[in-house]
């Protein structure tokens, strides 16, 4: 069946049905990664988006056992070409299936370099994905325009507090839309992870006592997270060392009277180089977000640029002065990508074990 | 970290003369690396023995020794030229391995020159397979559990504990000789015997067999800092047992998960940071395909033919990288060339897909077996990209230059279903034309995937490839009927996997101008996408480009100037080398520098033309009609350049003048002419020039009526062919009908030529023409009696034994010949010379093989020269008096380089046929010296044991006496096959009289077993039937590492450099200021 990909800007590109079948309308981004489709399906962070892949061939290994939430999250999902045939010792199910069994809407056959391209110049815009031939873009188009993505955390926190059991140290998740790999990461190295609702409060989770606290990914405007961002102030006032991961990283910034602001078509991939100032290492980071810290309007006494993108020279992570406290736009976790920040996760690890 | 302020002279060591397994990749690298170091004001002294090279140009270092890759030479050289450092990390084995040498003994300490780009402990830990192993071990990376056995005992006893099968090499054999794989005991009894037996130390390592694992390579950078990028992965088709410069390849990997992906990745980093290397690395993985257990096989610490594809696939140059970082520069500070706003710490991120081929040499080696396994046998590679695995593959196949097209091109149709089965379980380089007959068979995924263990996603694009056959031949019906037959949807979908027009044709029954045609009408053309190293998430500023139908086109605007198309040489396969390259490339920078617009097409990603920033663009593309026209469409040139691709560019002419592309220089008739044997005659004719005598034939019963006319010996060969493919000497009619089935045997639209064969002097001569003047930059003269083709012949420069008369004859018979075909840029012209007597045996009015040496040895540089005549310039302009020029008061000589330890089952025997892979260069005051240097280059280092045989033919038996003589006055004892021995003695040689092969010990073969030979001479008899004897001789002499000479004059010439010269004493020459 012949879908169709509407721009804001009115550019349509004309392919082939791929999962649902029914409209969607969302924001427009784009993935580099080469590998990992999957987990980028199933990142919360996508919630309220629709992504394009770059790579054009996916799906070649087909579903496996690495979902990073219980279900995937994009509007929609834009590409060159899924593979007729997946091969992988681990292989589930095809990627088209798991993309109907999802019910989300996409597009295969189009030229995703071309599509990359306008929102590299024009940055990222909405855009409605339609299999009705008889589309009228007239009607259409003033529809994108007013589309805005909305509260999407409350959509992808989870509903109640769970737990995954540890001897270590005790650390309380603030779960904003967070990819399976943080907790694991943190339970692998023993800790006992406690994950909770994004709308949980301060109160609650410092009365758990817990060693430390980590401010999880998720999707959306961090501006908008109104009153997460009253919580997490009152968790900075407590001892309890803090770190903080994309979304996290915003809302600490924002809860110190920084501000975010955002990209023009944002950093979506696993090739991203951050530089540590303490140290003047690079890493090759995973990284998906569409807003940024502007760490010039943070009081320096508060605290200091501790990353920065080598590309672009934005913001990458903030060390908190005076504080067991320190956040990173990028993804430690991966899942997809590169695994090289991981380091982090000890980091925090001996900030917890100084702490007590 | 800020450049290192120290370094101010640095010695960059290149890799030597091409063979099999280090190629072209290294010139690219080093030529890339050089123009780096002096980018940042380093003076850059460079020592490298291959003369066809572009980095031996004055223009890339400031001084250029081609000198023979010694550790003796380097140390003069460093004496000589007192560096501070030296770059040893992109000249590939050879470079590495002096560097170790050199700092070993310590001579880099006693003269305060350190080693940039990696320590020697780095090199240790790498190279060393204990060192190695145990660093692996420390940071729990696994290897293949193996251990060096030196009894048949101990190789049962380890083979039980790691269990079969196992893998066995023998230490210090060539070419993987007397290896294999032992599935039970029995096999390994018989194979570790005689393997211990032909290693020369008596050592066969046993190592646990991972045949089958999916083969995967990371190319990592490093820096001081510790910084740390991977360039790109790359996942081969062919599991673990082939060698992956013998496998195809695609990048980035396609059947590994992020899983896979990133463990593996993480562990090259680790692997790099614990080996600590600055610079370019690359790591090679065996991967379960069941399982997430890896092993790692292999760590270069160096750059390396896998990172010049990975530098090709994704745009990232890793040998200017390597350098820079080399000066101590983080990966941070060194900005992104293509996209000239981020920075090389990153990754570069591919939005299309790379399709690797090997080119082997079996159309040459047509005794060799074409079975592929751990020991490397392509002579060069071709490259594709598309946005989808199919397309690219089908790119990649017809850029080989082998005649092939599509999946059809090799018919196994007529195989049974089991015989088609066994077929499949043959690891060689047809076996995917075998899966896709497999596929139309309707023979499943799981089998063929349970034969081959190729992964079944490959399968599968096959499959695909296969379906699209059988769709376009279901239209041939329609297409019968009178009808179009081909509708627009399917035509779309099979240019998306890029079938040529040519085979669509072929397939629907439509003539191919029609689907062209048809493809227009429906406005089905290709378009350009860039290779930008970010998947578009950055503006690029690079135009390297790649096609694809069905796409947007983003090639720029061009800037208005003129524009020329230059069409590079393909892939490097014996008889069309890197030399073209070399041509392409100065042609290229000649036309810039006349303020044109440059535009190359070359599908080659080892070398220098397809580096980015040679061209002002560049298309990756094949070299066939159809390509060059999307391209010729877009571009609109204002002309295009033939003469210095080789064979490749020169057929393309025809298309490209149907086109309406002028061709600049020599036009296409007089191309012709020098090819069609009728018109080249009325042109000797009319010019008073002689020629063997000769006919045009096209059957065998044609070609012996010419020949018994002529009288025997005869030349055998087709026409429009490069390095003398086909050609051969007959010495009967038995021969004649021989050889051309051979040459049937390969498509041939082309008749057959039977000429005279001329035993004399053969002379060539590279020559520049405006129209009315030429420039001879100097006349060549080679040791070898003609009737060996002029590649595999040692080249003399100036000439030395023809006569004053004879050389104005030369250059008078080049003169009328290049004005009577009208030659406007380079001529090339084969002599032979016997006594005053001049013959023209070859004319070739384009580029040839020896123009980067002769522009070199006389520093003429021809190639820019003749671009400026193919503009309109007039050699008298140029500041060159017309004519032969003055003779140079020094001596060159050229030596060629075989690989034929690589290619089991090669007759090394030399003939008309080509089969040298690289050349090396010697340069002297005197011409013993220039031949010492040039055989030390070629890696003859004698004497060693002082042992010799001789074994030959009885026309050689009087010179052979002669030799045998001079061999022994330098102290050698000969061992000689009855006849020869008894010649030997009866001219008062002494010689010691062995038994042949088939008799009994000890014999000929025990000898060279022995591994105390310093030199067989061998010389076979001519003709076709040639002795078996004599075959396995030379080839158990070369696979154990002994030099094999099969020409008397190049024997001659050997005893000759030998007598007088000192390998101490040699005098270096600095060719940048010739």
């Known amino acids: 069946m012949k879908a169709f990909l509407i721009l804001e800007d009115g550019t349509v590109f004309t392919g082939t049905s791929i999962g649902s079948t029914r409209d969607m309308i969302s924001e427009i981004v784009f993935n580099t990664s080469m590998t990992g489709y999957l987990e980028v399906l199933t990142d919360p962070s996508y919630a309220g988006q629709a992504v394009v892949m770059t790579y054009p061939l996916i799906g070649n290994y087909g579903i496996t056992p690495d979902m990073e939430s219980k279900k995937a999250w994009p509007d929609g999902y834009i590409v060159r070409e899924l593979s007729r045939m997946p091969s992988n010792f681990r292989c589930e199910g095809s990627i088209q299936d798991f993309l109907k069994e999802q019910d989300i809407p996409g597009i295969a056959g189009i030229d995703t370099r071309a599509l990359t391209k306008i929102l590299r110049e024009k940055g990222t815009m909405n855009g409605m994905i ?201 993804h430690p976790e991966a899942c997809p990508g590169p695994q090289d920040s991981g380091y982090l996760f000890d980091r925090f690890m001996d900030m917890m074990k100084g702490a007590r | 970290m800020p450049r290192n302020k120290d370094i101010k002279k640095v010695l960059v060591i290149g890799s030597g003369p091409i063979v099999i397994g280090q190629a072209a990749e290294f010139d690219y690298a080093g030529t890339q690396a050089c123009r780096s170091l002096k980018e940042e004001g380093l003076e850059v002294v460079l020592l490298n023995s291959n003369p066809a090279t572009i980095m031996t140009d004055k223009d890339i270092a400031d001084r250029v020794y081609i000198e023979p890759l010694t550790v003796e030479v380097v140390e003069q050289l460093i004496l000589k030229e007192k560096p501070d450092s030296v770059l040893p990390t992109l000249g590939g084995q050879a470079a590495l391995n002096l560097a170790m040498e050199l700092e070993e003994n310590g001579f880099l300490k006693r003269n305060n020159v350190r080693l940039i780009g990696t320590t020697s402990e780095t090199i240790k830990k790498a190279e060393d397979r204990l060192e190695f192993k145990t660093t692996m071990e420390k940071i729990g990376e696994p290897c293949a559990a193996s251990l060096v056995v030196e009894t048949v005992e101990d190789g049962i006893r380890f083979a039980e504990e790691i269990g079969f099968p196992v893998v066995l090499r023998p230490a210090y054999t060539l070419g993987g000789s007397g290896g294999g794989i032992a599935h039970d005991r029995t096999q390994l009894v018989e194979i570790l015997e005689n393997g211990l037996r032909l290693s020369r130390v008596g050592q066969v390592l046993v190592e646990r067999c991972i045949a089958g694992w999916k083969e995967i390579e990371y190319e990592v950078m490093r820096d001081s800092n510790g910084n740390c990028i ?161 397309g690219a593959l089908m790119k990649a196949i017809r850029s080989l230059e082998q005649h092939v097209d599509s999946l059809l091109s090799y018919d196994f149709s007529h195989l049974s279903r089991e015989d088609l089965l066994e077929e499949l379980a043959v690891v060689d380089d047809q076996r995917i034309w075998k899966i896709a007959e497999a596929i139309r068979r309707g023979i499943s995924y799981d089998q063929i995937h349970e034969i081959t263990k190729i992964d079944k996603w490959f399968i599968d694009k096959i499959a695909i490839l296969v379906e699209m056959e059988q769709s376009l031949k279901a239209c041939a019906p329609k297409v019968a009927a009178g009808n179009v037959g081909l509708d ?140 060059v026209e999307s391209i010729v469409d877009l571009e609109k040139p204002d002309g295009a350049v033939v003469q210095f691709g080789g064979q490749t560019a020169i057929k393309l002419t025809e298309s490209l003048m149907k086109m309406g592309v002028p061709i600049l220089g020599t036009s296409a008739e007089n191309v012709d002419a020098a090819e069609d044997r009728e018109l080249f005659d009325e042109i000797l004719e009319k010019c008073g020039i002689p020629r063997p005598t000769g006919g045009t034939v096209f059957t065998a019963e044609e070609a012996k009526e010419v020949a018994n006319r002529l009288g025997y010996p005869v030349l055998v060969r087709p026409s429009y062919v490069l390095g003398g493919q086909g050609m051969q000497i007959a010495i009967n009619d038995h021969d004649i009908d021989e050889f051309i089935g051979i040459i049937n045997r390969i498509a041939q639209d082309h ?51 023809i006569s004053e008369k004879t050389k104005r004859t030369i250059e008078d018979y080049t003169k009328k010949l290049a004005q009577s075909l009208h030659v406007i840029g380079l001529i090339n012209i084969q002599f032979i010379v016997c006594g005053e007597d001049v013959y023209v045996i070859e004319v070739n009015p384009r580029s040839s093989r020896t123009v980067p040496y002769i522009s070199k040895v006389t520093g003429i540089p021809i190639v820019p020269l003749a671009t400026k005549v193919i503009i309109g310039s007039k050699i008298k302009d140029l500041g060159y008096t017309p004519g032969l020029q003055p003779e140079a008061d020094y001596f060159a000589v050229k030596m060629p380089v075989f690989s034929f330890e690589k290619i089991r089952g090669a007759d090394i025997s030399l003939g008309p046929e080509m089969k040298s892979t690289g050349e090396c260069l010697g340069i002297a005051k005197t011409f013993d010296e220039a031949l010492y240097k040039a055989f030390l280059g070629a890696g003859i280092k004698l004497p060693k044991y002082k042992n010799m045989i001789m074994t030959v033919r009885d026309e050689d038996k009087e010179e052979a006496v002669e030799i045998g003589r001079r061999f022994e006055k330098i102290g050698y004892r000969i061992f000689a096959t009855k006849g020869t021995a008894e010649a030997l003695k009866a001219g008062g040689v002494k010689a010691n009289a062995v038994n042949k092969i088939e008799q009994e010990s000890p014999n000929l073969m025990d000898l060279i077993l022995g591994h105390k030979i310093d030199l067989v001479i061998d010389t076979p008899p001519q003709g076709a039937d040639r002795s078996r004897d004599g075959f396995v001789i030379r080839r158990n002499a070369i696979e154990t590492g002994v030099n094999v000479l099969t020409a008397i004059d190049t024997a001659e010439a050997l005893i000759t450099s030998l007598e007088n010269t000192d390998i101490k004493k040699l005098a270096l020459i600095d060719i940048a200021t010739i």
């Open chain 1, 130 to 330: 339609t299999t009705n031939e008889n589309y009228d873009l007239e009607e259409i188009l003033p529809k994108l325009k007013s589309y805005v993505v909305g509260d999407v955390v409350s959509k992808v926190t989870c509903d109640k507090k769970y737990v995954l059991e540890g001897s270590g140290p005790k650390v309380a998740l603030m779960d904003f839309g967070a990819k399976n790999n943080i907790a694991k990461s943190l339970n692998q190295r023993g800790c006992e992870v406690t994950v909770y609702p994004a709308f949980t409060s301060a109160e609650e989770i410092i009365e758990s006592n817990p060693d430390g606290i980590m401010l999880s990914n998720g999707p959306g405007d961090p501006s908008t997270c109104v009153s997460i961002i009253e919580e997490i102030k009152k968790l900075y006032h407590t001892d309890i060392p803090i770190f903080a991961i994309c979304l996290g990283h915003q809302l600490m910034a924002l809860a110190n009277g920084g501000k975010t602001y955002k990209l023009k078509y944002g950093h979506r991939g696993g090739n991203h180089p951050v530089k540590d100032l303490s140290n003047n290492r690079v890493y090759i980071s995973s990284q998906n977000h569409g807003y940024a810290v502007d760490a010039s309007t943070i009081d320096p006494e508060i605290a200091e640029a501790a990353f920065v993108n080598v590309n672009d020279g934005t913001n990458e992570g903030m060390a908190y002065k005076g504080k067991n406290i320190f956040t990173v736009q990028f």
């Open chain 2, 488 to 627: 627009k949807e399917l035509l779309k979908e099979a240019k998306r996997l890029e079938f040529p027009d040519n085979v669509i044709a072929r397939l629907t029954g439509l003539d191919e101008r029609k689907v062209h045609d048809l493809r227009h009408e429906y406005g089905i053309t290709a378009s350009y996408k860039m290779v930008d190293t970010c998947a578009a998430e950055f503006a690029a500023e690079t135009p390297y480009y790649y096609s694809v139908f069905g796409s947007e086109n983003e090639v720029a605007e061009t800037s208005g100037k003129k524009k020329v198309l230059v069409l590079g040489s393909g892939p490097i396969r014996i008889g069309q080398g890197i030399e073209f390259d070399f041509c392409s490339v100065h042609c290229t920078w000649a036309f810039a520098k006349e303020g044109y617009e440059t535009i190359i097409v070359n599908n080659n990603p080892e070398t220098v033309s397809t580096d980015f920033d040679i061209a002002d663009k560049l298309y990756f593309e094949p070299l066939t009609p159809e390509d």
């Open chain 2, 230 to 390: 991977t360039v790109c992965n790359m996942e081969n088709i062919d599991p673990v047992g082939v060698h992956t410069g013998d496998s195809i390849v695609v990048a980035p990997s396609q059947t590994l998960g992020d899983k896979e992906y990133q463990m593996l990745r993480t562990s090259a980093l680790n692997i790099i940071s614990e080996l600590n290397i600055t610079g370019g690395c690359n790591v090679q993985y065996a991967l379960h395909p069941e399982t997430f257990e890896y092993c790692v096989i292999e760590v270069n610490p160096r750059v390396s033919r896998s990172s010049a594809l990975a530098s090709k696939a994704t745009g990232y140059p890793i040998a200017k990288v390597a350098a820079k970082i080399a000066l101590g520069y983080t990966l941070d500070e060194i900005k992104n060339a293509v996209t000239k706003k981020t920075y090389a710490s990153f990754e570069p991120m591919l939005d299309y897909c790379v399709v690797k081929i090997p080119r082997l040499p079996f159309d040459k080696f047509i005794s060799a077996k074409r079975t592929l396994t751990t020991q490397m046998k392509a002579t060069g590679e071709v490259m594709s990209i598309c946005d989808n695995f199919e």
């Open chain 2, 751 to 801: 008749p057959i030529l039977v000429d005279k064969y001329l035993q004399g002097k053969e002379i060539e001569v590279d020559a520049v023409c405006d129209g009315e003047d030429i420039l001879i930059p100097g006349i060549m003269e080679h040791i070898e009696r003609a009737g060996i083709h002029s590649g595999d012949s040692i080249s003399v420069y100036p000439a030395q034994s």
